[in-house]
T-cell receptor, first 114, second 113 residues
């Protein structure tokens, strides 16, 4: 079954620690995205990538880093520089054909601070 | 930068009542998408509107795109408990990077049986 897999589902971070959230898709989509969801603020774009080995900052990239070494994988690292990392993180992917293709989302990773 | 505002933030209705959420953009949009997120779930694509003044229907859901392509609405007729969730609009401004969407804050719909 095609889809997007995010892991882990829950993650806890200690102060000063970097953590990496995994996102894998088997939809053969070119574009991948990372969003942060906080209550009452909708989805905010952290980073996105339209092609392997290339990515762009979104609206709230500070304190985060990504890589796109393979088409199907787009991991997000939450660094210690991100002072308020507690949130629900959603990964999405889309094809790049036509006007604007729908985004398909994973089940998300909920990150909390210990 | 582009902003997409969505109102209301919360809406509580009795089952059978109608529901509408509104989306307004600070800039002209090339298209707008709507998503639904069930409690504890992830957003799921509902529909995309592209043309000025476009109206699309999906069973009890009616989606509209304004003439100026700066606003949109989602109307649900005779809500059911299965309609519970958060509804997001997401717009793409003309000239922005391919596929990059700006999401509204969402409207959380509660339906009381």
């Amino acid at each position: 079954d095609g889809g997007i897999t995010q892991s882990p589902k829950y993650l806890f971070r200690k102060e000063g620690q970097n953590v990496t959230l995994s996102c894998e898709q088997n939809l053969n989509h070119d574009a991948m995205y990372w969003y942060r969801q906080d209550p009452g603020q909708g989805l905010r774009l952290i980073y996105y990538s339209q092609i392997v080995n290339d990515f762009q900052k979104g609206d709230i990239a500070e304190g985060y880093s990504v890589s796109r070494e393979k088409k199907e994988s787009f991991p997000l690292t939450v660094t210690s520089a991100q002072k308020n990392p507690t949130a629900f993180y959603l990964c999405a992917s889309s094809s790049l054909g036509g006007n604007n293709q729908p985004q398909h989302f994973g089940d998300g990773t909920r990150l909390s601070i210990l | 930068g582009q902003q997409v505002m969505q109102i209301p933030q919360y809406q509580h209705v009795q089952e059978g009542e109608d529901f509408t959420t509104y989306c307004n953009s600070s800039t002209t949009l090339s298209n707008i998408q709507w998503y639904k997120q069930r409690p504890g779930g992830h957003p799921v694509f509902l529909i995309q509107l592209v043309k000025s003044g476009e109206v699309k229907k999906q069973k009890r859901l009616t989606f509209q795109f304004g003439e100026a392509k700066k606003n949109s609405s989602l109307h649900i007729t005779a809500t059911q408990t299965t309609d519970v969730g958060t509804y997001f609009c997401a717009g793409k401004a003309g000239g922005t990077s391919y596929g990059k969407l700006t999401f509204g804050q969402g409207t959380i719909l509660t339906v009381h049986p």
